[in-house]
Structure formats: structure tokens, C-alpha cells
């Protein structure tokens, strides 16, 4: 498996905890006081349920969604390493709707109350199964660790899959594309 030298690279069963938080403090009313394993301490979003109405609101999420469910065959059913690079969205905000992916559930439903009995179970089962799985999240809100984590994937090698959540773009681009060249890896990003 993939062993990233970025700190800011981490297995997706290590924030699943907090999702699983977050949809049953929505669910009961509660606020628990639980803290975020996730890097840097950087937390969880604000507002998920927010965060995700606006991503569920875009005009591209279609495509965002494919690009999830990609995600989530390479990692999942391919057992492909594969890394999610967030820098427009919270970690925790993809980690949820992966599990929406992963249970087939709409995200929309769990915030909505259309949550069923077997939904929140199809949800658990989700959760389990991606803590198994070879997927890990990257923070890359600082765009500077991305370049980073180019760096080393090109150096040294890396997954064979790379999931972006912003479209990449000039020395951000002609980087993928010479890793690709090199490497056995698919790059995937909005509007690619």
C-alpha cells in the first residue's frame, strides 16, 4: 500500500469516526464532545449539512459524484491505493459523502430525515467497509502541500489513483501530466 511521506495524508478510517459523530449529532440534537483526529487538527466543518447542501446545489456535483463513485471503485472494489485531495471542500465533508456512496444512500436523505432503520444500518456497514479499504484523505487546502505530495509521488512512486476537488491547472496540471507520463497513475479532477 501506498505510505505517504506527507503528514497531511491520512487513511480514511481515521476521520470516519467523526463522520459517524457528526450524522448522529444531527440526527438526535445533540452536540457530543469528541475530538477530530483529523491533521493538523484542522476540525470539522462548521456546518456539514451546510457544506454539503452547497456541494448537493452545484451545477457540477453530477460530476463530482461520478468522480466519488470512481473514487470509491478504485479504493474499494479494485483495492487500487487512492488518495482524495481536498482543498475546496472539508475532509470530512468527502468522508461523509463516500459513505453515502459506499451505504448507495443519498446524502440529501440523511439530512432531510429520510433516513430508514436499514439506511442507517447500509450506513454502519459503509463505515466498516471503507476502514478497511486503501483509501486516504489529503488536506490540501495549503496548495503548497499538494506540490509537495507531487513531488514525492513523483520521486518515489505513489497511488494509483488521485482524486482531486478543484480543477488543476497550469504548473498544477503540467505536474499530473508528467507524473502520468512516468507512472501508472490516474489522475481524476472536476472537468478532466
Known sequence: MYSPTNHK???VREILDQVVIDVI??????????????CGGAGVPENLQA???????????????DQLRITYRSAMVFRFPTVLCCHNYDPITWAFLM????????SEDVFTGWLTEA?????????KKLSRGSLQI???????????????????????VVHCD??????????????????????VWPGK
Do not use: Y
Not at 457544506?51 to 459524484?65: M, Q, R, S
Not at 459513505?99 to 443519498?106: G, L, R
Not at 488536506?139 to 494509483?160: K, M, R, S, Y
Open 99 to 106: 459513505v453515502c456512496v459506499a451505504a448507495k444512500i443519498h
Open 9 to 11: 495524508t491520512v487513511a
Open 138 to 160: 489529503m488536506d490540501a487546502t495549503d496548495l503548497e502541500d499538494f506540490q509537495l505530495f507531487l513531488e514525492d509521488v513523483a520521486q518515489n512512486g505513489g497511488p494509483c
Open 166 to 187: 478543484w480543477k488543476l491547472e497550469g504548473d498544477e496540471q503540467k505536474s499530473v501530466e508528467m507524473i502520468v507520463k512516468h507512472q501508472d497513475m490516474l489522475f
Open 25 to 38: 449529532e444531527h440526527f438526535f440534537n445533540l452536540r457530543l464532545d469528541a475530538k477530530t483526529v483529523w
Open 51 to 65: 457544506e454539503v447542501k452547497h456541494l448537493l446545489a452545484l451545477n457540477n456535483f453530477t460530476g463530482l459524484h
Open 119 to 127: 439506511s442507517f444500518r447500509q450506513l454502519r456497514k459503509a463505515v
